[in-house]
């Protein structure tokens, strides 16, 4: 079982940064990646990036070089530092985590946070 609580949304203006985190609460789960999806009104939700516990990482073509993602494996935290943020970044920003339920050996993916609202104005 998982619980992701994230913070650090807000409104900020275009060319300016934002940084958000999320806090993983687990019972008998262990945690491979971590991730951050973001889906705008009427749109699909999309990975933004992802960390593995090994700190391998993976970005959306629309977000290198802005946006860094890292992660406290002894605390169960993922950080989404986001630089040079532009209109089309706003969407809620969801946390998201998959891994091992350990009685079960079950690999499952769909844990997800509450999501978190970030607004770009121009």
């Known amino acids: 079982q998982v619980q992701l609580v994230e913070s650090g949304g807000g409104l900020v203006q275009a060319g300016g940064s934002l940084r958000l985190s999320c806090a993983a609460s687990?019972?008998?789960?262990?945690?491979?990646?971590m991730a951050w999806y973001r889906q705008a009104p009427g749109k699909q939700r999309d990975l933004v990036a992802r960390i593995t516990d090994g700190g391998s990482t993976a970005y959306a073509d629309s977000v290198k070089g802005r946006f860094a993602i890292s992660r406290d494996n002894a605390k169960n935290t993922v950080t989404l530092q986001m630089n040079s943020l532009k209109p089309e970044d706003t969407a809620v920003y969801y946390c998201?985590?998959?891994?091992?339920?350990?009685?079960?050996?079950?690999?499952?993916?769909?844990?997800w946070g509450q999501g978190t609202q970030v607004t770009v104005s121009s």
């Open positions: 687990t019972r008998l789960f262990s945690i491979n990646t």
């Open positions: 998201n985590a998959r891994g091992v339920e350990l009685r079960t050996g079950r690999y499952e993916e769909n844990n």
